[in-house]
């Protein structure tokens, strides 16, 4: 077979699994999408942290989110790293983070260049559920901010990229640091009024989520991007099931559709796994964007003599936008 990059063996692809379909005259790739990554300079058995920046909010929240599944090419053949993934914190590369992955040895292949080691994240179908790659790093290590009495103001804005350039103290076996992008989470002290009211619905649900209103109160206290949450009880048919649907807060924002607003598929898996420590062990949290459906209201009105009609006809228009959709 001729692949893209090279060529292999035909009975080098037989699986088990494929051995009672026969050879195929053209090589296979079933999958909707593949990502390669080639590391060069590594030695196996290695363990590799590599940093996926992602363009958060890329990936479509309406398609169900998909398993990346990871392999390696060892002789002309893909072998499953599914018990090799030592920790993901891109969610299936929904959101930027770290995957750990512990790489056994691999033999020579023809089917991509001998000289790197290669390495293969696949989505069997729906490749909109996962966001767009804006870059890939090796090497990568996570690094929190440890207050030291610093000015209360210092998560207004983000860490600016190129800020971090060396370590407090010299590790002789690193030999230098690149910080690439910038900071990202952390919150500004909450204000006296904001205060009152949250230590006033923390007495009511003594962050457990039991009601309906300790869902809800919970989710927007802990997630300041969210304008509304409404939480829906389970079907008779469906016990121990519920579901919440959330509104973005876009003010000050400029969305794609401001009477349409989604919450991207990152921000709807925090929000689950937030609720998974809080909820009882038998409740089935299901999070989604809200459905919207579109209202043309027309009305007869007459305005009084004085004043400019065209003004007031635009005013009139923007209130009942504003009444209908009050996030917009």
Excluded at 42 to 65: C, N, R, W, Y
Excluded at 156 to 183: D, F, K, M, N
Excluded at 238 to 255: A, C, E, F, W, Y
Aim: glycine letters at 6%.
């Amino acid at each position: 077979h001729i692949h893209p990059f090279g060529y292999c063996d035909v009975e080098a692809e037989r699986t088990s699994s494929t051995a009672a379909l026969g050879l195929p005259f053209l090589p296979r790739y079933d999958n909707d999408g593949e990502l390669y990554i080639a590391l060069k300079d590594l030695h196996a058995p290695q363990t590799v942290s590599i940093f996926f920046q992602m363009a958060e909010g890329s990936a479509d929240p309406d398609v169900k989110a998909q398993q990346v599944l990871w392999s390696y090419l060892s002789g002309d053949r893909w072998q499953p790293l599914d018990r090799h993934i030592l920790s993901d914190s891109t969610r299936s590369l929904i959101n930027s983070g770290i995957i750990e992955l512990a790489l056994e040895p691999a033999a020579p292949s023809t089917r991509l260049r001998g000289d790197y080691y290669w390495i293969r994240a696949t989505v069997p179908q729906n490749t909109g559920s996962v966001c767009d790659i804006v870059g890939i790093h090796t090497q990568a290590v996570p690094a929190t901010f440890v207050d030291h009495n610093n000015a209360p103001d210092h998560f207004r804005e983000p860490l600016a990229a190129g800020t971090i350039t060396q370590l407090a103290v010299a590790i002789p076996e690193i030999a230098g640091i690149h910080q690439p992008y910038t900071s990202y989470g952390g919150r500004m002290a909450e204000a006296d009024g904001m205060f009152s009211t949250r230590v006033s619905e923390r007495l009511r649900h003594k962050q457990r989520a039991l009601t309906m209103w300790d869902y809800e109160r919970l989710i927007l206290n802990r997630f300041p991007e969210l304008y509304k949450v409404k939480c829906i009880p389970a079907r008779p048919d469906q016990p121990g099931s519920l579901t919440l649907i959330v509104i973005p807060d876009i003010r000050n924002k400029l969305p794609f559709d401001p009477f349409e607003p989604k919450a991207p598929s990152n921000l709807l898996a925090d929000v689950r796994e937030y609720l998974v420590a809080r909820a009882p062990v038998f409740a089935a949290v299901d999070v989604r964007n809200a459905h919207y459906v579109s209202v043309r209201v027309r009305l007869g009105v007459r305005f009084r003599g004085a004043g400019n009609e065209e003004f007031y006809k635009q005013t009139l228009n923007d209130e009942l936008n504003r009444f209908l959709s009050p996030w917009a």
